[in-house]
């Protein structure tokens, strides 16, 4: 599956050793892929997703890319110096195609909508969630660039910032009824991120669309990040965390673990 660590090192190693122009997985369902550069580097969510946006908004000027909720703060830059705009909306491929199907009937836009799993779906392709479809366009841009002289692939990246340090913290809620302690929990934190308790480097992100993300000023013009929300379907609290420095997770943590800390039926120890 591409989102297997494992598949992915195992395709970027037979790239390496049969000197391949591009390696390409697959999910068992291939409604997901993700691609291997010639030198072994991984294109699959964040910088899959930028490919694919490189790519429609070279052809869309000024297009709207729907992506789920925890796509790095790199990526939304990048898609603005591209050019477009970004819709960071909520976890669940369904939600995220059907976003894009929605915009469009609003007279919005939006060729490509994609989540981090790498399950998207493009209009031109019947919003069909279809890996086989994404790798298919990108195997043409490879192709395109090797044939004009060009970096391949790679060259569609160019200007990806990529974090220094990132984790996700999967955190059990211990009760049956676990719905309404998760919205309790990120009821609070939105008023503890809104308030003087927070962190003076957390500001709120002015959109968000699930759970709540706040950006952290780490200094000379560098900028993490952290999203706590709801699990879609488990008993689970969700938190995700970048740094743009080496080093800079642990502070965010910390404070992240501080505020947690109250909720006795929250267990934190993955954090």
Request: aromatic share 6%; proline share 3%; charged share 25%.
């Amino acid at each position: 599956a591409t989102g297997s660590a494992e598949a992915m090192e195992s395709c970027a190693a037979a790239v390496l050793r049969a000197g391949a122009d591009l390696g390409v997985v697959f999910d068992t369902d291939v409604d997901r892929s993700g691609l291997v550069l010639p030198d072994g580097q991984q294109v699959n969510r964040n910088r899959l997703i930028a490919a694919l946006s490189a790519a429609v908004l070279r052809d869309s000027p000024g297009a709207t890319i729907v992506t789920d909720s925890v796509t790095s703060a790199g990526l939304a830059d990048f898609i603005k110096a591209r050019g477009g705009v970004h819709c960071r909306y909520k976890r669940g491929y369904k939600n995220v195609i059907n976003k894009g199907v929605e915009l469009n009937e609003a007279g919005v836009d939006c060729p490509l909508m994609i989540e981090t799993s790498g399950h998207g779906a493009m209009r031109e392709n019947y919003y069909l969630d279809d890996g086989a479809y994404l790798a298919v366009c990108l195997i043409i841009e490879a192709a395109r660039a090797k044939r004009a002289g060009g970096e391949g692939l790679a060259s569609l990246l160019d200007g990806l910032k990529e974090p220094a340090e990132a984790k996700e913290a999967r955190l059990k809620i211990m009760l049956d009824d676990f719905g309404p302690y998760g919205d309790d929990i990120i009821a609070r934190f939105i008023e503890f991120c809104n308030g003087s308790a927070a962190p003076s480097s957390w500001t709120s992100e002015e959109v968000n669309n699930e759970g709540w993300r706040v950006r952290v000023d780490e200094g000379d013009g560098k900028q993490g990040w952290a999203l706590l929300r709801k699990s879609l379907h488990d008993p689970l609290l969700v938190c995700n965390v970048e740094s743009d420095t080496e080093g800079g997770l642990e502070p965010i943590l910390e404070a992240l673990r501080g505020f947690l800390s109250q909720f006795d039926k929250l267990d934190i120890s993955k954090l």
